[in-house]
Nanobody, 117 residues
Framework: QVQLVESGGGLAQAGGSLTLSCAAS????????MGWYRQAPGKQRELVAS???????TYADSVKGRFTISRNNAKNTVYLQMNNLEADDTAVYYC???????????WGQGTQVTVSS
C-alpha cells in the first residue's frame, strides 16, 4: 500500500527558501521516477520537478534554476529545495511517481507553501 507523506511547507517571503520532504512507504523511490507536483488555487495540478533512478533531473521552466529535487535512498525520501521563492510558487505541493497514474488515484495530503510578496 502506497503512502506518501509530504512536509516542510509554510509561509515564506519572496526571495526566501523552503525545503520540502516526502517520506515514502509501499514504493521504493530509487526504483521509480519521482516527482514533485503543485496545485495552485483554481489551477490544475502540474509537475514541477522529477528525478529518475539514475539521478537525471527535469524541471518546469517556471522553477528551473531555483528548485532542486533530490532523494535519500536510505530514508526512502524525496526532497525539493526551493530557493528565491516567488508569489506564483504559492500552492499545495505533492510528491508522487511520474506518471502519477502508476499509484492509481492516490495522492498524499500535500504540504501548503505560501509566498508573500
Amino acid at each position: 500500500q502506497v503512502q506518501l507523506v509530504e512536509s516542510g511547507g509554510g509561509l515564506a517571503q519572496a526571495g526566501g527558501s523552503l525545503t520540502l520532504s516526502c517520506a515514502a512507504s509501499g514504493i521504493i523511490v530509487s526504483r521509480n521516477v519521482m516527482g514533485w507536483y503543485r496545485q495552485a488555487p483554481g489551477k490544475q495540478r502540474e509537475l514541477v520537478a522529477s528525478i529518475t533512478p539514475t539521478y537525471v533531473t527535469t524541471y518546469a521552466d517556471s522553477v528551473k534554476g531555483r528548485f532542486t529535487i533530490s532523494r535519500n535512498n536510505a530514508k526512502n525520501t524525496v526532497y525539493l529545495q526551493m530557493n528565491n521563492l516567488e508569489a506564483d510558487d504559492t500552492a499545495v505541493y505533492y510528491c508522487n511517481i511520474v506518471p502519477s497514474w502508476k499509484t492509481g488515484a492516490y495522492w498524499g495530503q500535500g504540504t501548503q507553501v505560501t509566498v508573500s510578496s
